[in-house]
């Protein structure tokens, strides 16, 4: 017999099985010798009382044996099938991949970057020199912008896909079962390059294709049907079918597309900074306590707040994490931030954004690089703020809001560099007035979250992309040209690793529907 409850435990032990059988053995009024296994559904802290603790969902196992799940999948050899090309290895473009494969198509995913492996030259050479390759980046190569910044796992896009299943690859690759039990999923930067490596691998034994520096720069197209794509070398592959999985990042992709004459639109996105805390402040108001306890891990937080009828959350929250630099050109400011598995570095940070509707940018609605180039022009700016070498403008928290210039800056994380710069200087004034009204209002809800020891650093602009590849909502399609599934962040269609991993599941079912 199996029974599935809920029940509750102090931090240290979620994981003690001795201490869950006998909390199920009192729920359900047995005895805990009977019980065999109680096996973790879904567990979350819950710090709203005095006391911190965790809520569980179990299955307990009352005299019946357990047996452990597998999530092992065996995958059909596609070496000889019809081809499916997938332009961008991010998470849509290898789930995509995966997906090809288990319905009997042969995926020749196309990455314009590197292998995992072979990025951290380059993205130490940003770290450590302000040099941006723009090739090979924080937001270009195996694995996608997800990749090196953090690998966060929570989703709200529960409607377009099985959740569950994309998890279960994960664990499958190597990432730990509590992905799949805890309410704000978290791989880890440390540990995704060897998941993603292990995704590649199992493509390539199933027969399918990833080759690198393969950068598309043209798509083949007769008669309004997508017939392959042409690389930068000049080779040329075909297919019935193109998945364009490239990400928010690809602008050279969508001038691409402007230039063939293949519909693009101008669409809203959201811009702001990140803000970093010491992590102490955060783990004391979210846990209510001076020293936070071993046995828990470092807190987020969650704050939504309305300022002139728009709706502000700080977004991606990455405790114990670091601030990085996500530009994809030179001349650009553009910052992130991520967590190692352990989230154990000393800061907390995240990014607070405004989203930009279209009537708040001057010009053509109907030029599909409107809302484009007024994003690259504040990252400009945030570039010469900064002084070059990717030093990012930067401002106490504080000060910020009161118009003051800081006299220095707190110690940060972010490797270039932070240079004290009053930010209304990068952001409109606009934008720069709703944060200000936004950020005390954020200090009522969370005690200690509005401080000067807070650090402001600009620009987060990436969070979604400011174009929208159009397509049938049944098909999958572009509407303008047969068999080309536009997909992930970069199509407008994402906005996460799981949301865009599912998206691309959706676009190799619907590529499968025309080879």
């Known amino acids: 017999m199996t029974k599935e409850i809920e029940i509750v435990c102090l931090p240290g032990q979620q994981d003690d099985q001795e201490v869950l059988k006998r909390l199920s053995a009192l729920a359900l009024n047995i005895s805990s010798q009977k019980i065999t296994r109680v096996q973790l559904l879904k567990r979350s802290i819950d710090a709203r009382g005095r006391r911190v603790v965790y809520r569980m969902q179990v299955r307990v196992y009352v005299d019946e044996v357990h047996y452990p799940e597998t999530y092992t999948q065996q995958y059909p050899n596609v070496k000889d099938a019809k081809p499916v090309i997938i332009v961008g290895a991010g998470p849509a473009g290898l789930f995509a991949a995966l997906q090809c494969i288990q319905m009997g198509m042969k995926p020749i995913v196309l990455e314009r970057g590197k292998a995992v492996k072979d990025r951290r030259r380059d993205l130490a050479n940003i770290n ?7 090739e090979s ?9 997800g990749t090196y910044s953090d690998g966060k796992l929570y989703t709200r896009s529960t409607k377009r896909g099985d959740v569950n299943a994309v998890l279960k690859i994960f664990v499958a690759h190597g990432a730990t079962g509590d992905i799949l039990v805890d309410a704000r999923p978290h791989i880890g930067t440390n540990k995704l390059p060897q998941i993603i490596t292990a995704i590649r691998e199992t493509i390539l034994n199933a027969g399918g294709e990833v080759i690198f520096d393969a950068k598309v720069t043209e798509l083949l197209v007769q008669f309004d049907k997508i017939e392959g794509v042409k690389l930068s070398s000049g080779e040329t592959l075909k297919s019935r079918a193109v998945i364009l999985a490239t990400g928010h990042s690809a602008r050279d992709v969508f001038e691409m597309l402007r230039c063939q004459n293949i519909l693009i639109e101008a669409k809203p996105f959201a811009l702001g900074v990140r803000i970093e805390h010491p992590q102490e402040i955060i783990d004391r108001a979210q846990y209510h306590c001076e020293v936070r306890d071993e046995a828990l891990p470092p807190s987020y937080y969650n704050l939504v707040e309305q300022v002139d009828g728009r709706g502000y959350s700080p977004s991606a ?3 114990g994490g670091i601030i990085a630099p996500c530009a994809t050109e030179a001349d650009e400011i553009v910052v992130n931030g991520w967590s190692p598995s352990k989230r154990n570095n000393p800061f907390a940070n995240s990014g607070t954004v405004v989203q930009i509707n279209m009537d708040d940018v001057k010009g053509d609605d109907a030029d599909p690089f409107k809302m484009l180039n007024f994003q690259h022009s504040i990252e400009q700016l945030a570039f010469k703020a900064g002084g070059g070498k990717l030093v990012a403008p930067a401002q106490r928290m504080v000060d910020f809001v009161n118009g003051k210039l800081s006299i220095d800056l707190p ?3 972010y490797l270039p560099g932070t240079k004290s710069v009053e930010l209304k200087e990068v952001l409109p004034d606009w934008i720069n007035d709703r944060l200000r009204n936004a950020l005390p209002m954020f200090g009522k809800k969370m005690k200690g979250y509005y401080t000067n020891e ?5 620009v987060e602009s990436r969070t979604s992309s400011p174009i929208k590849i159009p397509r049938d909502r049944e098909t999958y399609q572009h509407p303008q040209i047969a068999g080309l599934f536009p997909c992930g962040e970069g199509a407008g269609y994402a906005g996460g690793i799981i949301s865009a991993a599912i998206d691309g599941i959706n676009c190799a079912v619907a590529a499968a529907k025309i080879i």
Do not use: M, R, T
Request: hydrophobic share 35%; proline share 7%.
């Open 317 to 319: 929250c990455a405790p």
């Open 137 to 145: 980046n924080y937001c270009f190569g195996e694995g996608g912008a």
């Open 128 to 134: 450590k020199q302000g040099l941006v390759n723009p």
């Open 411 to 413: 110690e940060n994380s």
């Open 454 to 458: 807070a650090i402001l650093v600009g």
